[in-house]
């Protein structure tokens, strides 16, 4: 990590149950959310291809979630000593040292970027005869000086980040996925809290964590960007106003990582999710969609075996 001093760490063994049977939980309850449900167990597509643009083809082997620092690091007041690095990271998760893809939701490398921003982690890395390699794919969105949103590649292709991410982690290889088709919203929760709400019923305190990528195929979306730090205490009944909202169309790229229930003491983000587009103003926070007729997802996940907490605040909110 970019920090001065090791950071602590904790990690949370799972056992999650096949996929299958998530298949099979999904496709009996997720119909009470959207009109039209299709849920299966799939070789996962090469997501390095379009419509996907991700830095490794799968999201398998060695799968983890990394949650790292935390909301209370942004507000009331930003913590800028919280700097931290995907590298740095994926060695203290015990990540693959050959190869691994990390993808999710965070905030921006405020030292690089010279301002608050929201990111989307995209990245693999390979090391062959001590030589390491990166495909660095992320993007940043920030709010410009007109109040407008501007998404591309974090300067310098930078591999750091600052106060806080939710991220999956993998070696990045093929392997069956989770595979979820959902059109026409009929229930009021979104797409992640949707699932989230399926998993939740059925597996109570039980934790259970997943990670991948979906797709806003159709439709629009409401998507949040964090303005620059804000000079006074930001509480919470104040984030709202602060924040600034955008409606963005189809089609979208979703970074996410969500769990069906907390773990007692973690302080655990239960859902994170960045999208990018295919222009230079898309990209922020997914909130929800907007046009609950015309929208269509579909999503590609995993599962996590384990949780690594890490810098966790010791203050959550």
């Not at 999904?26 to 390095?48: E, M």
């Not at 973690?266 to 587009?277: D, I, K, P, S």
Request: hydrophobic share 35%; aromatic share 10%; with cysteine.
């Amino acid at each position: 990590m970019t920090s001065s001093s090791p950071l602590p760490i904790k990690t949370y063994p799972l056992n999650p149950p096949p996929l299958s049977d998530f298949a099979s939980l999904l496709t009996i309850n997720l119909p009470s959310h959207f009109r039209d449900v299709s849920v299966s167990v799939v070789p996962c597509p090469d997501l390095t291809l379009p419509p996907f643009h991700l830095a490794a083809a799968g999201l398998s082997g060695n799968e983890k979630i990394a949650d790292i620092g935390g909301p209370p690091y942004l507000h009331p007041l930003p913590n800028f000593s919280k700097k931290y690095s995907f590298l740095d990271l994926a060695r203290l998760i015990s990540m693959n040292p050959e190869r691994g893809f990390i993808l999710g939701a965070g905030a921006g490398p405020f030292h690089i970027v010279g301002r608050n921003s929201e990111l989307m982690p995209n990245l693999s890395y390979s090391n062959e005869n001590g030589r390491e390699k990166v495909l660095n794919l992320t993007k940043y969105a920030k709010v410009d000086e007109q109040g407008g949103c501007v998404c591309g590649p974090v300067p310098g292709e930078s591999t750091d980040f600052g106060l806080m991410a939710n991220l999956f982690c993998s070696d990045g290889d093929p392997g069956e996925v989770l595979r979820i088709v959902a059109k026409t919203r009929t229930g009021k929760e979104n797409f992640t809290e949707a699932i989230q709400k399926v998993l939740r019923a059925e597996y109570g305190e039980r934790t259970v964590s997943l990670g991948g990528v979906f797709l806003v195929k159709k439709g629009k979306a409401m998507l949040h960007v964090m303005p620059d730090f804000s000079k006074e205490p930001l509480e919470h009944g104040m984030m709202d106003k602060w924040l600034k909202f955008y409606e963005v169309g189809a089609p979208l790229v979703c970074l996410s990582t969500f769990h069906s229930s907390e773990i007692e003491g973690a302080g655990l983000r239960m859902e994170h999710t960045h999208c990018f587009g295919d222009g230079e103003e898309k990209g922020g926070h997914y909130h929800f969609d907007t046009t609950a007729e015309e929208v269509e997802y579909e999503a590609y996940f995993n599962t996590a075996k384990v949780i690594c907490r890490v810098d966790q605040p010791q203050i959550w909110n």
